[in-house]
C-alpha cells in the first residue's frame, strides 16, 4: 500500500537546539525522568474524530483540508478504511501507541443501527489486523450520542425511552468494539445531557436515568471481560446551557449518589476545566484528592474565546502544572489523548505533524519541568509548613479528632485574638515556579 504522508518521515527526536520543524526538541522516548521512560508517563492518545475526520469545517464556511486520504468519496467504508490506513501511517511516524474514538468516528453511520453495526464489526477487523506487529491498541472508546437528531434531548436523560434504548444500543456497541481493539477505558462525555430550560425538565428523572445507562455499561462491560475504568468527562456546557457533569467535583459527587464511583473515574479535559471557570490543574487536583484521576483529554482553550477551541497544548505552565498532578498520582491508569484540532487556517498534512509536535513536546516540557520542581522541593515544602500549626497541640487534636467545640471554644478564650495564620507567599512561589522553568 502506497504511503499516505508520502513526504513526512518518522518523527526522531533532536533535541532542544534542533530547527527541523519535523523533529521533537522535548520529547524523547526513552529519556527517564523519575525512574520511568517518558514514553510510560505520557501514554499519548490520537483523537480519530479530529485528527481523522476534521477538516476545517465552522459555522461559516466548509472543509480546508483534504481529509479523503485518497478515498474517492468521503463518507463511504472506502474512505473509512482510508481513515484507518492514515491513522496507523500517522501513529508510527509520531510514535504514538494509542488511539481513541467515537462509534461514528470509525464508519459512516446508516439509517438503520444493524448496519451501523455490521460496519463498526468489518471496521475493527481491518484495525485488528493493522494492530498486528505494532504495540498501538485503543486507550479508550466512546459511542457518540449527541450527534444525531434523535439525541436532541439527550440520551440517557432523553424523554424518549426509545431514544434511550437507541443509546443502550450503541453504547453495547461501542463497548464491544473498545474490548475487542484492547481499550484500556471507556468514555461518557455527557453529550447533550443537560438542558435547555427548567420549565420542561425534571432533572433527577433525567440524572436517574443517566445514572441507570451507566450502571447497565458496568454491568454488561464486565460481563464481556472488560477490566479498565469507566470515564466520565466532565463539561459545564456546549452544546447544552447547563451539561449535568459541570465539572470534577460535580461528577464525582454523582457517582457517589448512585453507587458509580468504584468502577469511574474523571477523563478531565483542560479546556473544559476553563470553560467551567477553574484552572486545568484545578479539576485535576479535585480528581486525585478522591481517587479519581483516571485519563486526561490534553489540548488547551483560548483565554479571548468563551467556548470549547480544543487547541492543541502549547502552554508550558498549564502542562507543568498538569504534570505536577498526574506525577503526584502516581501516573494515570489511561492516558493523555490530544482532544485538539487544528486551526482551521493549518490545512496540510504537514501540520497535523506540527500539531502533535507541539502537544507531544510541550507534555514532554511539562514532564521535565513538574519532577524538576518536585525535586527542587521548595514548593511542597512551603505547603507543608503553611499547615505546621496541626502537627502539635491543639491542631494535632483537631486532625486526630479528639476534641470538643468547647475545648476550643476555651481555647480560643485564653488566647485573646490569635495572631495573622503567615503570608501565602504566592508571589514568592510563582517566581520559584518561574525559576525552574527556565533554567
Ligand atoms: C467534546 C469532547 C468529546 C469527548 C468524547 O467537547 O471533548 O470529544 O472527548 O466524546
Ligand atoms: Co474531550
Not at 520511568?36 to 481523522?52: D, I, R, T, V, Y
Amino acid at each position: 500500500m502506497s504511503e499516505i504522508f508520502a513526504n513526512i518521515p518518522v518523527i526522531p527526536y533532536e533535541g532542544p537546539a534542533s530547527k527541523n520543524p519535523l523533529a521533537f526538541k522535548y520529547y524523547d522516548a526513552d529519556r527517564v525522568i523519575l525512574g520511568k521512560k517518558m514514553s510510560e508517563h505520557l501514554p499519548f492518545a490520537m483523537a480519530w474524530w479530529h485528527n481523522l475526520g476534521a477538516a476545517g469545517t465552522d459555522m461559516f464556511g466548509r472543509d480546508t483540508a483534504d481529509k479523503s486520504f485518497g478515498a474517492s468519496e468521503k463518507g463511504t467504508m472506502e474512505h473509512a478504511r482510508a481513515k484507518v490506513d492514515a491513522g496507523f501511517e500517522f501513529m508510527k511516524k509520531v510514535g504514538i501507541k494509542y488511539f481513541c474514538f467515537h462509534d461514528v468516528d470509525l464508519v459512516p453511520e446508516a439509517d438503520d443501527i444493524k448496519v451501523t453495526n455490521q460496519r463498526l464489526d468489518e471496521i475493527s477487523d481491518y484495525i485488528l489486523e493493522k494492530m498486528q506487529g505494532t504495540d498501538i491498541k485503543c486507550l479508550w472508546g466512546t459511542a457518540n450520542m449527541f450527534g444525531n437528531p434523535r439525541f436532541m434531548n439527550g440520551a440517557g436523560s432523553s424523554n424518549s425511552a426509545d431514544v434511550f434504548c437507541f443509546a443502550a444500543a450503541q453504547v453495547k456497541k461501542a463497548l464491544d468494539i473498545t474490548v475487542k481493539l484492547g481499550g484500556r477505558g471507556y468514555v461518557f462525555w455527557g453529550g447533550r445531557e443537560g438542558y435547555e430550560t427548567l420549565l420542561n425538565t425534571d432533572v433527577k428523572f433525567e440524572q436517574e436515568n443517566i445514572a441507570r445507562l451507566m450502571h447497565l455499561a458496568v454491568d454488561y462491560g464486565r460481563s464481556i471481560g472488560f477490566t479498565g475504568d469507566f470515564y466520565i468527562e466532565p463539561k459545564p456546557k456546549e452544546p447544552m446551557k447547563h451539561q449535568y457533569d459541570f465539572d470534577a467535583a460535580t461528577a464525582i459527587g454523582f457517582l457517589r449518589q448512585y453507587g458509580l464511583d468504584k468502577d469511574f473515574k474523571m477523563n478531565i479535559e483542560a479546556n473544559h476545566a476553563t470553560l467551567a471557570g477553574h484552572t486545568f490543574q484545578h479539576d485535576l487536583r479535585i480528581s486525585t484528592i478522591n481517587g479519581m484521576l483516571g485519563s486526561i483529554d490534553a489540548n488547551q482553550g483560548d483565554t479571548l474565546l468563551g467556548w470549547d477551541t480544543d487547541e492543541f497544548p502549547w502552554s508550558v505552565y498549564e502542562a507543568t502544572m498538569c504534570m505536577y498532578e498526574v506525577l503526584k498520582n502516581g501516573g494515570l491508569t489511561g492516558g493523555f489523548n490530544f482532544d485538539s484540532k487544528n486551526r482551521r487556517t493549518s490545512n496540510t498534512y504537514e501540520d497535523m505533524f506540527h500539531a502533535y509536535i507541539l502537544g507531544m513536546d510541550t507534555f514532554a516540557l511539562g514532564l521535565i519541568k513538574a519532577a524538576a520542581l518536585i525535586e527542587d522541593g521548595r514548593l511542597d515544602q512551603f505547603v507543608a509548613d503553611r499547615y505546621a500549626s496541626y502537627k502539635t497541640g491543639i491542631g494535632a487534636k483537631i486532625r486526630s479528632g479528639e476534641t470538643t467545640l468547647e475545648e476550643l471554644a476555651a481555647y480560643a478564650d485564653q488566647l485573646g485574638a490569635p495572631d495573622l495564620p503567615g503570608s501565602g507567599r504566592q508571589e514568592y512561589l510563582e517566581s520559584v515556579v518561574n525559576q525552574v522553568l527556565f533554567s
